[in-house]
């Protein structure tokens, strides 16, 4: 089992900018790609971005592409998702997750995270 915990989420301006954590604990942390999606109330969960087990390779959606950075600490545990040029259309829960697979694809990711709040206002 691997534990997910997310963090940094909160309520932000339009133009703003935030950074996301996820703290991981359980089995061994490089073993896995991490990737961050979302989900906007009333839609279904949206990828965000994945990162693989060394960091060296890396995948965005199209709609935060240029402005959101995921990177990962191994020696931490942890991944991050750096937000800058904040949108309200970003407004969603945002959810870490672990797995064996470097997808997009949410199905082929074992380990969740509860998830973290962000708000952005207009």
């Known amino acids: 089992q691997v534990q997910l915990v997310e963090s940094g989420g909160g309520l932000v301006q339009a133009g703003g900018s935030l950074r996301l954590s996820c703290a991981a604990s359980g089995r061994t942390f490089s073993n896995y790609v991490m990737g961050w999606f979302r989900q906007a109330p009333g839609k279904e969960r949206e990828f965000v971005a994945t990162i693989s087990w060394s960091g060296g390779m890396t995948l965005y959606a199209d709609s935060v592409k240029e402005r959101f950075t995921i990177s990962r600490d191994n020696a931490k545990n942890t991944v991050y998702l750096q937000m800058n040029s904040l949108k309200p259309e970003d407004t969603a829960v945002y959810r870490c997750?672990?797995?064996?697979?470097?997808?997009?694809?949410?199905?082929?990711?074992?380990?969740w995270g509860q998830g973290t709040q962000v708000t952005v206002s207009s």
């Open positions: 997750a672990a797995g064996r697979i470097y997808v997009r694809e949410s199905k082929s990711y074992d380990f």
